[in-house]
């Protein structure tokens, strides 16, 4: 059965293969269920998606690949894709917003700069689920990520969608819990500008720079803001993230 890698799905829920939920019995299924799923495509005899929206509307990152594939059939007005251990549910569900709904005022001190860099991460893959630069005018311009393979170490340089020489910050890729900007491109332009992080995964993070300055450890739907240039904005900021 094709299916659409552009439509988005909701799952539902994960059943054996008498129709008992089995949602509890594994943590990955717990984490899923009732998210948005887009990008659902085959490889090989497999299903891959990746989650993007959680139950609460907040923006995440977290991919799913099933196990072989033995047929899809619509049930009740969902997909029902049976694998040799499982049956996953699929509603179909508009397609995510693809800007943020609001300007982050609140996350801003009086007399600070109209500019912010609003990322997204989580613990998965080069961490980048969702980013935003907001000009001094408020204006929401979308950011992508492009992974740089270098000599020594990976970095993700993020930069504005339609012009990715406009690169905002990069940060290397060391692992789940542990992103270090790469603070010389970013001075380049302005650093300045706050940063806010955004949590969306499901372990804490901890986000520092190259040369020291401030750090901060975030949690799961929370957030944090930081000022590059500053020494003593580290942690400025910590409340539930959401949009």
């Known amino acids: 059965m094709a299916l659409d890698r552009n439509a988005a799905y909701r799952l539902t829920d994960v059943q054996d293969h008498q129709g008992n939920s089995r949602v509890e019995s594994r943590k990955l299924y717990r984490d899923r269920v009732g998210c948005l799923a887009t990008d659902l ?32 059939e619509e049930k009740a ?11 996953y549910l699929l509603e179909p569900a508009p397609l995510p917003e693809e800007l943020p709904e609001e300007y982050p005022a609140r996350s801003l001190e009086e007399g600070e700069t109209g ?7 989580s613990e998965e893959g080069d961490h980048f689920c969702k980013g935003t630069y907001w000009d001094g005018e408020k204006t929401a311009h979308p950011l992508a990520a492009s992974m740089h393979l270098g000599m020594a ?3 993700c340089l993020i930069g ?14 060391r692992g ?11 001075r380049q332009q302005d650093d300045s500008i706050p940063l806010l992080i955004h949590n969306c995964g499901t372990i804490p993070l901890k986000i520092h720079f190259e040369s020291g300055g401030p750090e ?6 929370e957030r944090l803001l930081l000022c590059p240039g500053r020494r003593d904005t580290a942690g400025e900021e910590t409340a539930p993230s959401g949009i």
């Not at 504005?160 to 890729?173: F, G, N």
């Not at 789940?176 to 970013?186: K, N, S, V």
Request: hydrophobic content about 35%.
């Open 77 to 87: 007005g969902c997909l029902a894709v049976r694998t040799l251990n499982s049956v």
């Open 41 to 72: 495509h085959w490889e090989g005899r497999t299903l891959r998606m990746v989650f993007v929206r959680d139950k609460a509307g907040n923006w995440i990152r977290r991919r799913l690949r099933t196990s072989t594939v033995l047929g899809v």
């Open 160 to 173: 504005e969608k339609d012009c990715m020489q406009r690169i905002w910050c990069r940060y290397y890729v």
């Open 216 to 221: 901060g450890r975030v949690l799961p739907g």
């Open 115 to 121: 500019e912010v860099i609003e990322l997204y991460l």
């Open 153 to 155: 170490e990976d970095s």
């Open 176 to 186: 789940p819990r542990d992103i270090q900007f790469y603070d010389t491109l970013y």
